[in-house]
């Protein structure tokens, strides 16, 4: 069975950090884009950073990158996303994502909720 559990989610100062937590199981991470997703209140849900589970190179949106850094930890087949100097506009409830690089599928995991005060 395929699961996607995020975690990590809170409060948090602007300025300040969070790490989310995505815990996949139940597919080869080698063969899938591993992402992190976001919806604001009231906006569509955009890609804020993705991680290719071969090789581990990633990509952010331009409104994280040099703020958000996506990892990989394989062995424990977790993917991280850590969130520095946190905005307001950063608040959304985050998701995580895998998408198959061959084929039409992807799963997603459950939203966490990250709000960053002013």
């Given at each position: 069975e395929v699961?996607?559990?995020?975690?990590?989610?809170?409060?948090?100062?602007?300025?300040?950090?969070?790490?989310?937590?995505?815990?996949?199981?139940?597919?080869?991470?080698n063969e899938y884009i591993?992402?992190?997703?976001?919806?604001?209140?009231?906006k569509e849900r955009e890609g804020v950073s993705v991680v290719d589970g071969f090789d581990g190179r990633a990509l952010y949106a331009d409104s994280v990158s040099g703020?958000?850094?996506?990892?990989?930890?394989?062995?424990?087949?977790m993917v991280y996303l850590q969130m520095d100097s946190l905005k307001p506009e950063d608040t959304a409830v985050y998701y995580c994502?895998?998408?198959?690089?061959?084929?039409?599928?992807?799963?997603?995991g459950q939203g966490t909720l990250v709000t960053v005060s002013s």
């Open positions: 699961q996607l559990q995020a975690s990590g989610g809170g409060l948090a100062q602007a300025g300040g950090s969070l790490r989310l937590s995505c815990a996949a199981s139940g597919f080869p991470l591993i992402g992190w997703f976001r919806q604001a209140p009231g703020r958000f850094t996506i990892s990989i930890d394989y062995d424990k087949k994502n895998a998408q198959n690089k061959w084929r039409s599928v992807d799963y997603w």
